[in-house]
């Protein structure tokens, strides 16, 4: 199938801003432009989309200048999905919005500080990046005079919240109830979801290759690399190895998207969904890939997590990620005098409201949104005698 043109009328099951479930707080509508483009450019402009830029992937920020961060993933993430979202008559601007939202609650060094925060958390009610993403454009950023946080659509936010617990689900009100009622979020969310997952594979690939984590001969054990390899190799043997493997990378990428968007408009002719809702209430996702991409895609995710996020350089950094989380959180947990001013405050007020689980949640905040390499000043400070305060 051909690409929607630009401006190309939406599909009735996708998101239509006039059909939006709205706000949290009522807005007059925007001029000369949509509700989901509103979303986007808050999104963009937020305070945790900039801190991004200096927050892990999987190598720490400080270690090399051409590896992924947070940032440039979601960057990635979102013009990925926005090809599936143009191809499919789908919601743009919606599908844009979610990538590059869906990481702004992550913390510092990545996974190995959410395990850390989340073990820290434990007995007040845990840490997920996910639901800090929430959190983070419902409550923590500060911007606008009319509420806290973003005010984002019922859709942004839908596809923000990838998952939750029943309980944390219960908790949720409207935003809650799919998870309950084990229905799926709309199709530009299901998109963005997915095209996640495609990001951060292939592109764990080159910044492995990059940091001399993994060699071409083990990554040809993978069939999808292999089969692409060989094929840039026919065609071009000379242009080296650097452009070999770019452009092995970016053929992995339009294998998976294109077969991406066959797969789900397949789905799609065979449900006829006449609307966003139909969509929600399938008991499965519509946005998914065929069965043989989807085996050589874990095939892929099976390798990097054995050759590269359970590399020892990669643990022995993780390993002190952690510490340095851990720390801070027993620290300030302590002693919530040893924060900023403003977040001293706020933990202060969150104790007085909601006791000792507050004060927690007001410490986690204060971690989540740290950057890597602002994390380890804050440790310096505390930890380190000759470090200046």
């Known amino acids: 199938m051909s690409a929607a043109p630009a401006g190309a009328v939406l599909a009735p099951y996708a998101a239509h801003d006039e059909q939006s479930r709205g706000r949290r707080f009522p807005e007059s509508r925007p001029e000369f432009r949509g509700e989901y483009q509103r979303d986007r450019d808050r999104i963009i402009h937020s305070n945790a989309f900039r801190r991004l830029v200096y927050k892990t992937q999987v190598f720490v920020n400080h270690e090399g200048d051409l590896y992924r961060t947070r940032v440039t993933h979601s960057i990635e993430v979102a013009q990925i999905a926005r090809s599936v979202a143009l191809a499919l008559h789908l919601n743009e601007a919606l599908t844009e919005a979610i990538s590059l939202a869906h990481d702004l609650g992550h913390t510092p060094f990545g996974h190995a500080g959410q395990d850390a925060l989340n073990e820290c958390m434990r007995d007040y009610g845990g840490f997920e990046h996910n639901m800090q993403s929430l959190r983070v454009v419902d409550e923590l950023e500060e911007h606008y005079a009319q509420f806290r946080g973003l005010n984002l659509t019922f859709e942004c936010r839908e596809g923000i919240l990838k998952h939750a617990s029943v309980r944390n689900a219960r908790e949720l009100g409207e935003l809650g109830e799919r998870f309950l009622n084990r229905h799926q979020p709309g199709l530009e969310a299901q998109i963005a979801n997915l095209a ?47 452009r070999t493997v770019h452009e092995t990378i970016r053929r992995m990428i339009n294998y998976i998207v294109v077969d991406f968007i066959h797969t789900t408009q397949q789905q799609l002719d065979g449900l006829k969904p006449r609307s966003i809702d139909e969509v929600r209430a399938h008991a499965k996702p519509l946005a998914v890939l065929s069965e043989a991409c989807s085996e050589e895609h874990l095939e892929l995710k099976l390798f990097l997590r054995e050759h590269v996020y359970r590399h020892y350089k990669v643990l022995r950094m993780t390993s002190k990620a952690r510490r340095v989380l851990q720390q801070l959180f027993e620290a300030f947990f302590k002693d919530v005098s040893l924060m900023p001013t403003e977040h001293r405050d706020r933990a202060l007020a969150a104790e007085k409201a909601g006791g000792v689980a507050g004060k927690a949640r007001a410490v986690a905040d204060y971690i989540a949104g740290m950057t890597d390499r602002y994390a380890i000043l804050e440790h310096r400070r505390l930890f380190d005698p000759g470090e200046r305060t």
Request: no cysteine.
């Open 196 to 242: 996640d997952e495609i990001a951060y594979n292939n592109h764990d690939v080159d910044d492995g290759i990059r940091a001399q984590l993994i060699d071409l001969p083990a990554l040809r054990q993978v069939r999808m690399f292999r089969r692409q390899h060989d094929e840039v190799i026919r065609q071009y043997p000379d242009v080296g190895e650097r």
